[in-house]
């Protein structure tokens, strides 16, 4: 990874957490806390000709991001401090979802991959915070849709409203691709995390919520009975059909 453009070393790091290799959690959160897209060898003809343009922030993000995914995918649950002041860290500057936003930002990025490896690693208390967060991106994703659904108006007192319909449609395939890969690592969790989101799935009025309860507990095997006794009584309707699904 030494030496690599911040996009490829993210794209190691994720690899990584796959390899279960002894040294990858330390790899990984070294990574983590001290970002650097470049490498101690670089120069103008290595791999610093692909870092000496990026912004050493985006990097930082980027690279960060590579980690905390690579932290999940390990499941190592020796991981959980760090993960755990992750959260708390990026908790503190994510977007409020009050503010009813119509973008992801870097924070929330951050926020959603360190909490979603908390619970990949096992942090039951992590459960409820993912159902939420899953949520929230699809809650996003609708007020996006929403505002270039609005009508156009002509004259320069309504420039604001088209430039921001301009960033909504450059930035919407990217959201949509978040929601998807983000839904993706639910296919491979704990079995002591289960009956926790059980419970916060079960207890949601959205329908919305009913794809993340697919997303779970379609893909990590055939629910346990305590599991499925509290999908029986959730308030939608399609996740109580999942929970008699044979």
């Not at 096992?122 to 993912?130: E, M, R």
């Not at 916060?200 to 990590?220: K, L, M, Q």
């Amino acid at each position: 990874l030494t030496g690599a453009a911040s996009a490829k070393k993210s794209l190691g790091l994720r690899a990584l957490g796959q390899m279960q290799t002894a040294d990858a959690r330390a790899l990984l959160e070294e990574a983590f806390k001290n970002p650097d897209a470049g490498g101690p060898d670089d120069d103008l003809e290595g791999g610093m000709q692909e870092t000496i343009t990026e912004d050493p922030a985006v990097a930082a993000v980027t690279i960060r991001l590579g980690a905390l995914e690579g932290l999940g995918n390990l499941g190592n649950p020796a991981a959980l401090p760090l993960l755990k002041n992750a959260v708390r860290q990026y908790q503190r500057v994510m977007t409020n979802p009050a503010n009813l936003a119509r973008e992801v930002t870097p924070e929330d990025e951050l926020y959603h991959e360190a909490v979603l490896s908390a619970l990949r690693c096992g942090d039951v208390s992590a459960a409820a915070p993912v159902v939420d967060m899953l949520l929230e991106n699809r809650y996003v994703f609708i007020r996006m849709m929403s505002f270039l659904d609005g009508p156009d108006y002509p004259g320069p007192e309504h420039e604001a409203t088209r430039r921001e319909k301009r960033r909504i449609i450059r930035e919407l395939p990217r959201v949509y691709r978040r929601i998807a890969r983000l839904h993706a690592k639910l296919n491979s969790l704990p079995s002591a995390v289960l009956p926790a989101l059980a419970k916060r799935i079960a207890a949601e009025e959205d329908h919305r919520v009913a794809p993340i309860a697919f997303a779970i507990f379609g893909a990590n095997g055939k629910p346990s009975p305590d599991v499925l006794a509290i999908l029986r009584a959730a308030k939608v309707p399609a996740v109580r059909e999942l929970a008699n699904i044979p």
